[in-house]
């Protein structure tokens, strides 16, 4: 694949999404960074900058489909992009002994974990596909390939990303776009970091970019990591459901409910 030269990465603020921008930002290398806390926004361009990159910011919730459409297709428009990168995503749990998620904050993250991703990439669907280049890529999560007891809106979240997708993978590419869909486990960002848990094979954020920057530029379909957790969570998917549903109801788990809700 050409390396992109204009690049779109939504939760470019914090975490993966900054280490990302820091892993592209290079002389000639425009990125559009969108995220909502200003100063970590700021952060983040001012160190993409530092390293030679174009930046233009802006402050926006992904969920606001309206204003999301305009500011993609106007910076689509005047810089055409090779590479989009939905990757803003918050997590919630279920609260310690609670058997049910309480249904605002489930609500509020599927707003953001999916239909966010929605408002990314679909005022980029018709550009692309019209000028037949450019890839689109998707953060998932090892979570999205088999519920977990601690997380169900997460993973149903992550799991219809997921399908979505591989869906638009195999319609677009005969228009000459490629889709991604990356796949991580445990990578040490704030979002992780509120999760009490056993992490296996964690890693830090720089080397997550990393493997997703090299992944994508192979125009790999799927950029799945660390190995071993995917092949487990695979496996999981093809053993007995109640076998695996025992095993993991083992484990000490704590995943914070968001305190996001839907705008009033
Ligand atoms: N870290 C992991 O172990 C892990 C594993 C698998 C998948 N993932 C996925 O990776 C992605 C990035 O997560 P992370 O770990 O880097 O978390 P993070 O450090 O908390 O960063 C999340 C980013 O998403 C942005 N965001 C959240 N809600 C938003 C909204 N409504 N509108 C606009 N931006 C919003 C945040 O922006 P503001 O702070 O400015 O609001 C922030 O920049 C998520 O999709 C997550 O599900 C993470």
Redesign the pocket.
Known sequence: MPEPRTILI?????????ALALAYAAPGIRLAL????AE??EESAAAAKARGAETVTVQ????DRDSMRAWIAAQDAANPFDLAIA?????TGLANESSSEDPEAVRALLA??LF?VLNTVEPLLGPMCARRRGQLAF?????GLRGLPFSPA?CAS?AAVHAYAESLRGRLERHGVVVSLVI?????????ESITAAKPFEID?TRAANIVRRGLSRGKATIAFPMPLYLVARVARILPPRIVDRLFTQFDVNVPETR?RIPS
């Not at 990757?87 to 997590?91: H, K, L, R, S, V």
């Not at 953060?139 to 979570?143: E, L, P, R, Y």
């Not at 991580?184 to 992780?192: A, D, Q």
Request: charged letters at 20%; a positive charge; hydrophobic letters at 35%.
């Open positions: 939504t939760g470019a603020s914090s975490g993966i999404g900054r969108i995220g909502r806390n970590r926004l926006l919730d992904v969920r990757n803003a995503g918050i997590t953001v974990n966010g953060i998932g999560s090892i979570a997460y992550k991580p486990g445990f990578v040490k960002t704030p979002l992780e954020a996001e």
